[in-house]
């Protein structure tokens, strides 16, 4: 049985446990928020915008709760340290978890900053524990699909990508959100998505620009965008405006699962010596 230690009690930690219920040999052994809030594990009045809305309370017989992070890391019974605390936390808690010989599971975006996430990666190598960011969208259907289908070549060389990614701003968690500076708004919260689907496609890039061009990608732009809350101004910190743009274009066949968000994607087949 793996105990895991979830740190950081929001939205993110409440979709978590949901499917910490489907993983057989996974046990949420104890929980830990700073402010104290859902260490009861009644997370009934957290609503967010991703997978099932069925309200989480999770039985805390024989499960830690703790304001203190240094207790979960100090626990010879927890294996896993899953991090849901805000983006500007993970660094800190990240290191800590890895240096503590704990495995570690982080929410995205990895780290506000690329010397922040350094940082997180040089640990994790010195590490006995696995550490591995929590990019959710790798495992969807219909992203495995597109994965596999570029990869088999069946409907011929990508010529261009659009990733297209507009939401709403998270109800969650909107001081931290809305505050650039802190977790780096729409462009990571959204962006880091079709960034992240380009190097996992493509594991050789070494650099990722808004536009790019290979031997089989010839270009590939991004967007992610939330559409502005009136009662917020389209200067602040450009936020709520667009901060970064895509665009791959490919017809999702019939048989392939339905989900929105679904990335364009146009397929040629070229000849030999182009």
């Not at 991703?50 to 100090?74: I, N, S, W, Y």
């Not at 536009?211 to 936020?239: D, L, M």
């Amino acid at each position: 049985m793996l105990n895991i230690g979830l740190v950081g009690l929001g939205f993110m930690a409440a979709t978590h446990l949901r499917a910490y219920r489907q993983v057989e040999g996974a046990r949420v052994a104890a929980l830990c928020n700073p402010s104290g809030r859902h260490l009861d594990g009644d997370f009934t009045n957290v609503a967010g915008n991703v997978g099932a809305t069925d309200p989480v309370v999770l039985d805390m017989a024989g499960v830690k709760a703790t304001k203190r992070f240094t207790e979960l890391l100090d626990d010879p019974d927890l294996h896993a340290i899953d991090i849901c605390a805000p983006t500007k936390a993970h660094a800190e808690l990240a290191i800590a978890a890895l240096q503590a010989g704990k495995h570690v599971l982080c929410e995205k975006p990895l780290a506000r900053t690329s010397a922040a996430a350094r940082q997180i990666v040089d640990a994790a190598a010195k590490a006995k524990g696995i550490f591995m960011p929590a990019m959710c969208l790798r495992f969807w259907p219909e992203w495995a699909w597109l994965k596999e289908a570029i990869a088999s070549g069946r409907l011929g060389n990508v010529l261009a990508a659009r990733f297209r990614r507009v939401a709403e701003p998270p109800g969650w968690g909107r001081n931290t959100f809305f505050n650039g500076a802190e977790s780096g708004g729409a462009l990571f919260d959204l962006h880091v998505h079709d960034t992240d689907f380009v190097n996992f496609r493509r594991r050789t890039t070494t650099s990722l620009e808004a536009r790019r061009r290979s031997s089989s990608v010839k270009k590939a732009s991004f967007r992610g965008s939330w559409p502005c809350p009136s009662s917020r101004p389209t200067a602040t910190w450009g936020n709520c405006a667009i901060l970064s743009s895509a665009s791959a274009v490919a017809r999702r066949p019939r048989s392939s699962p339905r989900a929105t968000g679904w990335p364009r994607l146009r397929f040629a087949k070229l000849k030999k010596g182009r």
